[in-house]
């Protein structure tokens, strides 16, 4: 289904994914893991063309991703829609405009400035927004939101474009545990029900381990894990991770049941970005 070979890309003389090869072969939820600046972002951008890559290829159902220029990339955009840590809707916008833009692609330029849209639009992006749970807040300002519904809300923008794979950008980064979790179970949810593959950066380990059926951990621009959660062992996290024996696994945990664990870790990584 999805292929990656050899994909690289450079920054000057800086290598941010380094011949990094994958194959998915059916609908997958995948997470992908590793420390700050080890290419996580990179690679989801250049699989949805929006960095360009410096060597490989990326076929999706055979098709050369990286070749595709014109109307067909925009195609492969919008079937692959990505999801970022800071939601990126309009924030004054109410929900169901914010949802609405989910297809944009597919409008026409004045269509979009009056903000017209069609009437099987409005009831498909409302039926999603039930879909989510946030119905009721279809016609509050996004702003007005809590993070976790904005973040549902992002995710209804992308399911308005029928997306074949969902790329999430630390969709939970920055959500506290409650909200991380009813995030991550609807992503979990669309992939099951719909049978979307996601492809989902994450931070924490066990985030990856509770949602993923696949976890791929990067380090410094390679891949250096690629197996089941079960396989992804304290031993191997600390490989990924580049970590001494000090590795800890409560310092990348958002359980619940260890909601300090996680404020502590939450400060850590508060500082460490100062
Ligand atoms: N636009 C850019 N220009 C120059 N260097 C970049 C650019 N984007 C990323 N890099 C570099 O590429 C490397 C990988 O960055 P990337 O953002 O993919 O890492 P990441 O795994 O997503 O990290 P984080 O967990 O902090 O989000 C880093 O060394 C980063 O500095
Ligand atoms: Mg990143």
């Given at each position: 289904m ?35 600046g ?32 014109g ?5 492969w ?18 929900v ?5 833009h ?95 593959m ?31 959660p ?45």
């Amino acid at each position: 289904m999805l292929r990656i070979e050899s994909l690289t890309k450079r920054f000057g003389a800086n290598t941010a994914v380094d011949a990094a090869s994958f194959t998915v072969d059916a609908p997958r939820m995948i997470g992908i893991i590793g420390a700050s600046g080890a290419g996580k972002s990179t690679m989801l951008r250049m699989i949805s063309r929006l960095t360009d890559a410096s060597e490989g290829r990326i076929l999706f159902d055979g098709r050369d991703v990286l070749q595709l220029r014109g109307r067909a990339k925009r195609a492969w955009q919008s079937d692959c829609a990505m999801i970022f840590q800071q939601f990126n809707l309009v924030p004054r916008l109410d929900v169901v405009s914010n949802v609405l833009h989910g297809t944009l692609g597919q409008r026409s330029t004045l269509a979009t400035m009056f903000n017209l849209f069609p009437r099987e639009d409005i009831h498909r992006a409302i039926d999603i927004l039930e879909r989510l749970g946030i119905a009721e807040h279809a016609a509050k300002r996004a702003e007005a939101l809590s993070g976790g519904q904005q973040q549902r809300v992002a995710i209804a923008r992308a399911l308005m474009q029928e997306p074949k794979m969902i790329l999430a950008d630390e969709p939970i980064a920055s959500l506290d545990p409650m909200n991380a979790q009813t995030v991550m179970e609807a992503l979990r949810r669309i992939h099951e029900e719909d049978g979307r593959m996601v492809i989902a950066n994450l931070h924490t380990l066990d985030t990856a381990r509770r949602y993923c059926d696949r976890v791929i951990g990067m380090r410094l621009g390679r891949i250096v894990f690629d197996g089941t959660p079960a396989q992804l062992t304290t031993g191997a996290a600390r490989d990924i991770y580049g970590a001494g024996a000090d590795f800890s696994e409560d310092a990348t945990s958002t359980e619940i049941r260890d909601r300090d664990l996680y404020a502590e870790a939450a400060l850590r990584d508060a500082e460490a970005t100062v």
